[in-house]
């Protein structure tokens, strides 16, 4: 399961990288403009894998392999989420 997440998070990157960066600030201003209670939950999940990124990489220097086991699990099921939402918005 893990794979297959980080098999489509890689595959949005590629796509997203493809992209001119006005086409990317339309899509930021489409999703914020079109459901702005969606674009703030992105938001919210954006700050919450990158406050859980710094704590994996503390974890990692420390050698706590038990908490950071939890810290991945939640990773995970935090990219999941923005994959649903992302993929809710842009579809519409």
Do not use: V
């Not at 997203?16 to 999940?45: C, G, M, S």
């Amino acid at each position: 399961m893990n794979k297959e997440i980080e098999q489509r998070i890689a595959e949005l990157r590629e796509k997203y990288k493809e992209l001119p960066p006005e086409k990317k600030a339309e899509w930021e201003r489409h999703i914020k403009k079109k459901n702005f209670l969606n674009y703030k939950k992105i938001e919210l999940i954006k700050s919450e894998l990158l406050r859980l990124e710094a704590r994996r990489a503390q974890l990692e220097l420390c050698d706590k392999e038990k908490e950071l086991g939890l810290i991945e699990k939640k990773i995970t099921c935090k990219k999941e989420k923005l994959l649903r939402y992302l993929g809710k918005q842009l579809n519409q």
